[in-house]
């Protein structure tokens, strides 16, 4: 069975860093490429970032770049993402997913996580 666990969300003022990861099992992780989406109210799914199975190519969003940094461990069946400078417009429920389409303007996740919380407030 497939699990994706996030964690490391939390509140933080503008300005502030965290690092969310997400821990993979019941597949083989490093075959796949990943993803973090964070969820837009009224508009579904948002690609924040992606990166390839061996981690060594990856993209984001330009809503992100810059601030933003996906990375993965294959040793620890591991995916992270590294926010710095974040904006109180980045507060959003943030997963981690496999298996990634796009259709009709909508992302879908064959398997995602439940989420963790990244709220940011002065």
């Known amino acids: 069975e497939v699990q994706l666990v996030e964690s490391g969300g939390g509140e933080v003022q503008p300005g502030g860093s965290l690092r969310l990861s997400c821990l993979a099992s019941?597949?083989?992780?490093?075959?796949?490429?990943m993803y973090w989406l964070r969820q837009v109210p009224g508009k579904g799914l948002e690609l924040v970032a992606s990166?390839?199975?061996?981690?060594?190519?990856?993209s984001d969003a330009d809503s992100v770049k810059g601030r933003f940094t996906i990375s993965r461990d294959n040793t620890k069946n591991t995916l992270y993402l590294e926010l710095i400078n974040l904006k109180i417009a980045d507060t959003d429920m943030y997963y981690c997913?496999?298996?990634?389409?796009?259709?009709?303007?909508?992302?879908?996740?064959?398997?995602r996580g439940p989420g963790t919380q990244v709220t940011v407030s002065s």
């Open positions: 997913a496999k298996e990634l389409w796009l259709n009709a303007g909508a992302w879908h996740a064959r398997s």
């Open positions: 990166t390839d199975p061996s981690g060594t190519s990856t």
């Open positions: 019941g597949f083989t992780f490093n075959t796949y490429p």
